[in-house]
């Protein structure tokens, strides 16, 4: 019986030698090779030089976790790999920034104050206007000195407040793009027929932000598109199956083309990974139209879409619900409801328009390491290939499998483990029998 310790340690070191060797046998570099990849598409670019490609969704669902599986090869069977770089639209500006106010001035309900703008082009100013059910007029002239009155004027715009009559809120200047230091704002404002007197006073002047310039904000592509809309009492409900791996970052509406009316709908995302009963989190949101004569100004306001970044879809399915609250009102006409993503390109140096290869779904690579990534400058206005429909690989063949057989076949390590202790036992059973009496 005192074989058994003995066999468990050389059982031990065999495991453990069977592991060290595996490993050092192992490469740590796995060659990217055409026949190993599960699918491809064809890449015409849009000449000799820079060229990017729009990622579409199948992309993500079927290539491997960051799109690391990438690898692009001209179509002669020898070639090398053409080195490339991925970019994620984004704004060439910050997010928002702040816009000081100062020079505030009040006279009965109308206000005046001066804006120090970032040093930039922008498009839009967000004034954060406190107070409810009001209708404004903003005049806006673009100034080279702070607390200037005149200059160049950039329009007149409608404000609003419309609550109480269950409609939406806005309080944006839309302005042709402009880069004057300093903005002066002339601030008229009347109470929305229907609501009480309006209190005017120069503290409903809490701030105001500057977004990204119309140029320079988000393009974004389609992941997926359905008009399949149910009704549940008073919800209108879109749901989805979204692919593993496919980013989702906005929620866009189309309405039938023949609907004209104001509308305000509070919207309310949810989704969970496949086969789990609760929802991995919530978002919400608002859509609405406004378009109208009130105190004889006229209102014309819409947005059709909510910011929506998803976490659940990163490594596994999804399963998406959209919820749009009707309230009392008939259910909007909804022709059709997209989830989108950022646009995502893959941008390569092409030496003629000669048709590429993309491939892509082998788990085992690494992400490439191209100096051509971390040299060259991409933009938004970079020439477009034309990127094939995705096809499954011709000459596709499973990569071999080259780890050692411990750990393609953990179980041999038992079945191994198993058999020394029988042999071990028939030889103590043997051993005590032959023992003198």
Not at 58 to 72: E, G, I, M, Q
Not at 149 to 155: A, E, F, S
Not at 211 to 235: D, K, L, N
Not at 346 to 353: G, M, Q, R, V
Request: proline content about 8%.
């Amino acid at each position: 019986m005192k074989l058994l310790p003995l066999a468990f340690l050389l059982l031990w070191q065999s495991v453990a030698v069977s592991q060290a060797v595996s490993q050092t046998v192992a490469p740590d570099f796995v060659q990217a090779e055409r026949a190993y990849f599960l699918y491809q598409r064809s890449i015409v670019p849009s000449g000799p030089g820079l060229s990017c490609a729009v990622l579409d969704a199948d992309t993500f669902a079927h290539s491997a976790a960051s799109l690391k599986d990438l690898r692009l090869f001209p179509q002669t069977t020898q070639a090398r790999e053409i080195p490339y770089a991925i970019t994620l639209s984004e704004p060439v500006q910050p997010d928002s920034e702040s816009a000081r106010v100062f020079n505030l001035g009040f006279k009965g309900r109308s206000l005046s104050f001066d804006l120090a703008m970032p040093h930039r082009p922008y498009t839009e100013v967000d004034l954060n206007l406190s107070g409810s059910d009001f209708i404004a007029t903003a005049t806006v002239t673009g100034t080279d000195t702070p607390g200037s009155t005149t200059g160049t004027r950039l329009g007149e715009f409608t404000l609003f407040d419309l609550t109480s009559q269950r409609l939406s809120r806005n309080t944006t200047l839309p302005l042709q793009e402009s880069s004057f230091p300093y903005l002066h704002v002339e601030l008229s404002l009347s109470p929305a027929p229907g609501a009480p007197s309006l209190q005017v006073s120069p503290q409903m002047i809490a701030g105001a932000s500057v977004p990204p310039s119309r140029e320079a904000q988000t393009v974004f592509a389609a992941t997926t598109e359905t008009s399949t809309i149910t009704q549940q009492g008073r919800q209108s409900i879109i749901r989805f199956h979204l692919p593993q791996r496919v980013p989702v970052e906005r929620i866009s509406f189309e309405l039938a083309p023949g609907f004209t009316k104001n509308f305000s709908r509070d919207v309310t995302l949810r989704d969970r990974s496949t086969g789990t009963p609760t929802a991995d989190e919530t978002l919400s949101g608002n859509i609405f139209r406004v378009r109208l004569t009130q105190a004889g100004r006229e209102i014309r306001q819409q947005r059709l879409s909510i910011p929506a970044t998803l976490g659940s879809n990163l490594q596994s399915d999804s399963e998406v619900e959209i919820v749009v609250n009707n309230g009392d009102d008939q259910p909007l006409p909804i022709a059709a409801v997209r989830l989108e993503m950022r646009q995502r390109r893959l941008c390569f140096e092409a030496a003629s328009t000669d048709p590429l290869t993309l491939f892509y779904g082998d788990p085992t690579l690494s992400s490439p390491v191209y100096d051509f990534a971390r040299t060259v400058t991409l933009t938004n206005h970079d020439p477009l290939a034309r990127v094939g429909s995705e096809q499954k690989n011709p000459v596709y063949t499973p990569r071999p499998d080259t780890r050692a057989a411990t750990e393609r076949h953990p179980e041999l390590i038992w079945v191994a483990f198993l058999a020394v202790i029988c042999i071990l036992a028939i030889v103590a059973i043997r051993s005590t029998r032959r023992l003198p009496r």
